[in-house]
């Protein structure tokens, strides 16, 4: 249902769309009645609160013309009050205006003002004078009374240099004034309370050997370090809330006195020229100056773990004794050039030696590679060195110990390595030994087995030192220095430079490449392990060429020999006899070398390098056989079985030393051609599914495809079709 649309105005349209809403079918006329009760009562509901708005601005409006009127009040008292008061000013201070009556006004105010801090100034001055003079006055009766009024007059020069700041530097004769009278008493109260104290001292016989403490000596001796440390007392609140490292700590007064006779002794003794000042006097020893640094470092770490001293320097730490003898009496050049001495004549003494080239079977597992008596000496050596400055607070301290000794002591020692391993292959070469007029007892001692135990001495030494930098890099006090490094570069503190001497370039260099860069990668000692590790895998190099040098030439009688082709009566008799068959007599010498040697090399090299070096000799051997004798010469079922038969005593000597089956996975294409070569000329008795060889020899000439499919069905993995073709010609019966 909808109503005509013609122009309303808008409350028209508004009851238009609501009926519209509300009224849309005839049945929607039945409701009609409570339609027009809803609307009642919300029409009733709006009225009353349209009354109570106008109540609530009627009450609005009230409140601001209330407040208006007070505030003009107000301003209107306050303009008579300003009318009086300048009128009061003129009476005053006889001005003509206010302005110059304003003015006069703040000149007198002003002068009030500087007269009352005038009058402090000197009520301050009377109190100080009169607390210096009760001081002095008690003193001679009662030393104890006599701290009440320092204590307060210490206080007064404490506070007053504390408001400073916030006055801007008010007053500063005043408290210069105060500083010097509680500066002048202290040093008359702690000049008396310490000449009471060393009276008692003196009772006491200190510091001789008959020490007593008997009677009313104790008391006095308590006393006397009471009144000392209670005149202490304001320097140690200061100290305790400054917290800096930056200050020293404070020397105790009682300890001051105590030790004043000591000091007086050891100057009458080593200073000047009296009889005692000889040359073996501490700073005269080295052995004795590094002695004492060590025991001092011991000291320092026994007052700050055992009995959590801290110097009074609270969270900031306390740098120790050893701090102060090293840095600010400058010992620490010194004591280093003792140190790096000591290590240096220490490592030469090791290097000099007779038996430092020796190989140590005892000092690692058996299973271990085994290094030599020098390198195991020289890491004993290094292990020492970082005991004796593992106590030093000082970053560059300790960063200094690392470079100029320990890590100077690895490049000298790989450096020795490295030039043992350079005339080894200068002996061992041609060009060399022409060059250079070597004997014959030069070249005997680098040769067979003398020469592989010169490399393995190298080997052992290089892989021992490289895997103790690796433990060294998880010492959680290197790890600490390496932290504290990283950090120091990575935040700047040290710009490019990490101290006066050294570059970041340079410790790079000498630690690891990843200093300076993100994350937690490197460790202190990444670089050092490295020049180790290239010198471990270039000796095992070496190593593997000597021995496929020895082998090469222990088997050229073997692989002269021209027997192979020889033609069995019978092949089934060739099988018969093939676990019996004797051993080609010219294999023999290459037999024994290669038992020697590899129970050497079991005995000196872990598992990993001996069963590289042994896969590494078989894979030699196999190239060898491969070119100068299986492609060379024809072979018969019987040569071909001896030939296996030496093969397989060769790979048991090796897998004897190495492990099983180290030996055969070096010469594995050569076991495949002994097994193309061995196939037999007509199918076994009681076995049809045996391949002949003139079947295979037929499929693998064939073609490509067909050969690689015989292959694989021989179960050959690493010969090709072009090798097995060669191969299959080596036998004297093919194509019969």
């Known amino acids: 249902m909808a109503l005509n649309q013609e122009p309303r105005n808008e409350r028209a349209i508004r009851v238009e769309d609501y009926l519209n809403d509300k009224i849309q079918t005839y049945a929607d006329l039945a409701n009609l009645d409570s339609l027009l009760e809803n609307v009642t009562h919300q029409q009733s509901l709006l009225k009353q609160q349209l009354q109570k708005a106008e109540l609530e601005l009627e009450n609005a ?97 404490t506070a007053l240099k504390a408001a400073q700041p916030a006055a801007e530097g008010a007053a500063p004769h005043l408290i210069d004034h105060v500083e010097q009278s509680a500066q002048s008493l202290w040093s008359s109260v702690k000049s008396a309370f310490a000449s009471e104290f060393e009276k008692t001292l003196e009772k006491m016989k200190w510091p001789g050997k ?113 701090t102060e003898v090293l840095v600010e009496h400058n010992w620490f050049g010194k004591w280093l050039e003792v140190e790096k001495s000591f290590a240096l004549s220490r490592y030469q003494s090791i290097i000099d030696n007779p038996r430092s080239n020796e190989i140590d079977y005892d000092s690692v597992e058996s299973n271990a590679t085994k290094p030599t008596n020098a390198a195991i000496r020289v890491n004993d050596l290094l292990e020492t060195i970082t005991d004796r400055y593992r106590p030093l607070p000082d970053f560059f301290q300790k960063l200094k110990f690392l470079f100029d000794i320990q890590i100077a002591i690895f490049d000298l020692y790989h450096n020795r390595l490295h030039s043992a391993l350079e005339a080894y292959q200068t002996l061992t070469s041609s060009i060399g030994r022409t060059v250079q007029s070597v004997s014959r007892e030069s070249q005997a001692e680098v040769q067979g087995l003398d020469g592989l135990e010169r490399l393995a001495r190298i080997y052992g030494s290089a892989e021992y030192l490289e895997k103790k930098m690796g433990d060294w890099s998880d010492d959680v006090f290197f790890l600490e220095l390496y932290d504290e490094l990283q950090d120091r570069v990575q935040t700047g503190s040290g710009e490019r430079n990490i101290s006066a001497a050294m570059s970041l370039e340079d410790v790079m260099d000498k630690t690891s490449r990843a200093v300076g860069g993100n994350g937690d990668q490197g460790a202190l000692f990444d670089e050092p392990a490295e020049w180790y590790r290239k010198l471990r895998i270039k000796t095992e190099g070496i190593i593997q060429d000597a021995l496929n040098s020895e082998f090469r030439s222990s088997l050229k009688p073997y692989y002269r020999v021209n027997t192979w082709s020889s ?155 072009s090798e097995a073709r060669a191969v299959l010609e080596r036998r004297v019966d093919v194509g019969i």
């Open 61 to 157: 409006t009230r409140a601001s013309q209330e407040y208006s009127d007070r505030v003009l009040h107000q301003v209107q008292e306050f303009s008579d009050q300003q009318a009086d008061i300048d009128r009061h000013l003129l009476e005053l201070t006889g001005s003509q205006t206010s302005d110059d009556a304003i003015e006069k006004f703040n000149a007198d105010f002003m002068a009030l003002r500087r007269l009352d801090v005038a009058r402090g100034y000197l009520e301050l001055l009377v109190e100080v004078d009169r607390l210096s003079a009760d001081a002095r006055s008690n003193f001679k009766a009662s030393p104890q009374a006599a701290l009440e009024p320092y204590l307060k007059l210490q206080n007064f020069s």
């Open 567 to 721: 033609l069995s009566s019978s092949e089934d008799d060739a099988s018969s006899t093939v676990a019996s068959l004797a051993l080609t007599a010219e294999l023999d010498d290459t037999l024994q070398r290669l038992d020697s040697y590899f129970k050497f090399l079991r005995n000196a090299l872990s598992q990993a390098p001996l069963k590289h070096i042994a896969r590494q000799i078989a894979s030699a051997i196999q190239m060898t056989l491969w070119d100068k004798l299986l492609m060379r010469y024809q072979f018969s079922s019987t040569g071909v079985i001896r030939l296996v038969r030496d093969i397989g005593a060769i790979c048991n000597v090796i897998n004897r030393y190495a492990g099983e089956g180290q030996a055969e996975m070096g010469i594995r294409k050569l076991r495949e051609a002994l097994v193309l070569l061995g196939l037999p000329g007509a199918t076994p008795n009681g076995s049809s599914q045996q391949w002949t060889l003139n079947e295979v020899e037929e499929k693998v000439f064939a073609s490509n495809e067909s050969g690689r499919e015989i292959l694989e069905e021989l179960g050959l993995e690493v010969i090709n079709e």
């Open 210 to 322: 008959d020490l007593t403490l008997t009677g009313n000596l104790r008391q006095e001796w308590n006393t006397g370090v009471e009144n000392l440390l209670q005149l202490q007392n304001p320097e140690f609140k200061a100290l305790s809330e400054k917290h800096s490292a930056t200050h020293k700590p404070l020397v105790l007064l009682p300890l001051e006195v105590m030790v004043r006779p000591l000091e007086l002794r050891f100057q009458y003794h080593f200073s000047g020229k009296r009889p005692t000042n000889k040359i073996d006097k501490i700073s005269n020893q080295p052995h004795l100056l590094s002695h004492f640094i060590h025991e001092l470092m011991t000291f320092d770490v026994s007052l700050k773990e055992q009995w959590d001293y801290d110097g009074g320097m609270g969270t900031a730490g306390w740098s120790g004794l050893t």
